[in-house]
């Protein structure tokens, strides 16, 4: 079990809910988590399963009708979601910050890349423009990006998409804050360019003192990057351990059917792996276990119950029915190759 | 930019409006070349008679007049009333050389202040909405439900005589278009992501609305300003022609259509005689508006990238 660090971040019982017209979308309903200094922590799940809600619900920027109605963030000892506005615009940027999805639209067309990273120095510090200026041009070298003294005067539109990453990575990295949270940080990018970018990302996290959120729904991505992962499904964390549990020992059946949906070279299959089915509707979640219209192991109960997210020993915890099963075929199932 | 302006000055129309702004620039500012002013007041248009009935273009300042003057120890630099003169024998050629002056201040600060107080409202409601938007665009019905003018007018009559009154009035019910269209297009640009990542990065509110969102939303608004420019202008003229506009005497095109408003029709016998008094006056009004209009229509089309070709 790692052990890294101080207790950095905390997540308890997070429920954000979207109040719209159809009725109350569960986005988030009940995530739990810890993030120690020093330390990376994975988010992994499918699309809508309510990852980026939960980034969005930490550093309190979700607008209506999304409401967190319930649960503690508690950052460096506070709970954010007491915070006011004006506290947590100051926590914003400054200890926290974020990584977008989409470089292309994260960046104002219309303002130098220069001007945005100096922007937020110039909201935390007091820093003269010179100052600022200066201090981009570094960052910008930091990341990697040639001839910074002329990229700072330049347009998103004249940068390439990885560029652009690399520019957002910078402004999240400006202040130097203790969190960074990066909501799948290489989704929009080819695959080469996704490589330049995580190893950019191991790079500056060497030298970077903080902890990183890291959200995605690349398997591949989380085994570069991240110590400890919380599968998300339909709004809850399902299973939550270090990295070498989640690929050798999986114990949640979808944590289970993500790893064997991963495209392998090494085995002869047939056909690709899938979980059968879509993420439910977060309108219309089914009863008991959200997992059991797609779930192989699915019994009786898991129709009716819902289980908790127990541990099933230190550091690792599981929210299903039936453990004991998942874990007996995952061990006969997965242990071929490395992962 | 560069390009806006390129075609601004490459579109025929559009440099019929740049000239004629242009000309009536070059006059406002010499003014005191042009027409010399025979007071301390210059913007008091010079009497050239004291008939009541105007007098023909070309007509010289009467004798005692030039008395009054001389007594007063005033060199007399200018003394001949090239348009003739309005009612009253006050000259029209001095009254809408330095008339230029009052519609470009009518024109510019009216719009300016307007545009400013629309920003202000409809970036604050579209930014921030909940409760703050409700109020405000509350607020901007209730004065959008006046028409205009009248609105315009019954103010400046509570107000009192005097272009300062006009201008309040013309501001007070002429800021809630730009309001609705600085509300609307904040509305739509908010949704961007990267307002939310400035936000993420702890970007004061007023410093987004200032540098992320008006930059992108001000273009409809600048057209629709430069447009409106002129029909400020006319409303100007509108309000002193009813009467509640400039003092009498005040060098203002609206004040000289005014004293047109008996001679319009021409003596008996003689119709049209009079048409200097309204015939000059309307022709400076109408270029005047038509330059802006020209130039704000222009501005639209380079603008709006729909008529631009380009989606």
């Known amino acids: 079990m790692l052990d890294s660090g101080k207790l950095l971040l905390a997540v308890k019982d997070l429920r954000t809910y979207f109040f719209t017209e159809e009725g109350i979308a569960k986005a988030v309903d009940g995530v739990d988590f810890e993030v120690y200094e020093g330390e990376t922590l ?31 963030v508690i950052f460096k000892g506070e709970n954010l ?8 615009r100051r926590i914003r940027g400054k200890e926290i910050a974020m990584i977008f999805q989409e470089p292309m639209t994260a960046l104002n067309p219309i303002l130098t890349v220069g001007f945005q990273i100096s922007e937020a120095l110039m909201a935390h510090f007091k820093m003269s423009k010179e100052e600022a200026r200066d201090r981009s041009i570094e960052l910008l070298k930091k990341v990697g990006i040639p001839l910074p003294e002329q990229r700072v005067n330049e347009y998103p539109y004249q940068l390439s998409g990885g560029m652009r990453q690399r520019v957002m990575i910078a402004m999240a990295l400006s202040c ?77 059946p979808y944590t289970f059917g993500l790893l064997t949906s991963i495209p392998r070279l090494d085995l002869e299959l047939p056909r690709l792996n899938a979980i059968p089915g879509v993420v439910p509707d977060p309108l219309h979640f089914p009863a008991g276990c959200k997992f059991n219209p797609r779930c192989r192991f699915v019994t009786e109960r898991c129709k009716e119950e819902e289980p908790s997210l127990v541990k099933v020993e230190e550091g690792h915890s599981v929210r299903c029915w039936n453990v004991e099963r998942v874990s007996k075929e995952a061990k006969e199932g997965l242990l071929v190759g490395e992962v | 930019m560069n390009r806006t302006l390129k075609k601004l000055f490459s579109n025929t129309a ?37 008939e009541v009935n105007p007098q023909p273009p070309g007509f010289p300042m009467s004798e005692d007049i030039r008395a009054i003057y001389d007594y007063m120890g005033v060199e ?47 970036s604050f409601s579209g930014y921030f909405g909940g409760w703050l938007d409700e109020i405000l665009m509350r607020i901007t019905d209730i004065f959008l439900s006046f028409p205009f003018l009248v609105a315009a007018m019954v103010l400046t009559t509570i107000l009192g005589r005097g272009l300062d009154k006009v201008m309040i009035a013309l501001i007070a019910f002429g800021w809630m278009g730009y309001a609705r269209l600085i509300r609307g297009s904040i509305l739509a640009t908010k ?85 200097y008094t ?34």
């Open chain 1, 176 to 252: 130097d804050p203790s969190l960074l949270i990066a909501d799948e940080p290489t989704t929009a990018l080819d695959v080469t360019i996704q490589a330049q970018i995580l190893d950019l990302m191991r790079s500056l996290l060497q030298g970077f003192k903080g902890a990183l959120i890291m959200i995605t729904h690349d398997l591949g991505v989380i085994a570069e990057i991240a110590d400890r992962i919380a599968v998300m499904y339909a709004g809850k964390v399902v299973e939550y351990t270090d990295k070498r549990t989640i690929f050798y020992y999986p114990l949640h």
């Open chain 1, 42 to 72: 994975g988010i992994v799940g499918e699309s809508a399963c309510g990852k980026s809600v939960t980034a969005f619900s930490i550093m309190k920027l979700l607008d209506y009708p999304g409401k967190t109605v319930g649960g503690e």
């Open chain 2, 191 to 275: 949704e961007e992501t990267y307002v939310t990542a400035a936000k993420a990065l702890g970007v004061k509110d007023v410093k987004i609305i200032g540098k992320h969102l008006l930059p992108n939303t001000i273009f409809p608004v600048m057209v629709q300003a430069t447009m409106n420019i002129g029909s400020m202008v006319i409303t100007a003229a509108a309000l002193s022609f009813l009467g509640v506009g400039a003092p009498v005497g005040y060098a203002d095109w609206g004040q000289m259509v005014s004293f047109a408003r008996n001679w319009i029709i021409g003596a008996p016998g003689h119709a049209g005689q009079y048409w």
């Open chain 1, 81 to 88: 979601l007491e915070k006011s506005e004006e506290e947590m």
């Open chain 2, 76 to 122: 007399v630099r200018y003394d001949k009333a090239i348009f003739g003169t309005a009612e009253g024998g006050y000259d029209i050629f001095y009254g809408l050389i330095w008339g230029t002056r009052t519609a470009f201040r009518v024109g510019l600060i009216t719009v300016i202040i307007s545009v400013l107080i629309g920003i202000l409202v409809g």
């Open chain 2, 278 to 311: 309204v015939f000059y006056p309307g022709i400076f009004i109408v270029l005047f508006v038509l330059a802006w209009n020209l130039v704000g229509d222009t501005l639209r089309d380079i603008l709006d990238p729909r008529l631009r070709g380009e989606l």
């Open chain 2, 14 to 50: 559009s440099l019929i409006g740049i000239i004629l702004l242009f000309i009536f620039v070059i006059i406002a500012l010499f003014a005191p070349l042009i027409a010399p002013p025979l007071t301390d007041d210059s913007y008091q248009i010079p009497r050239m008679s004291w």
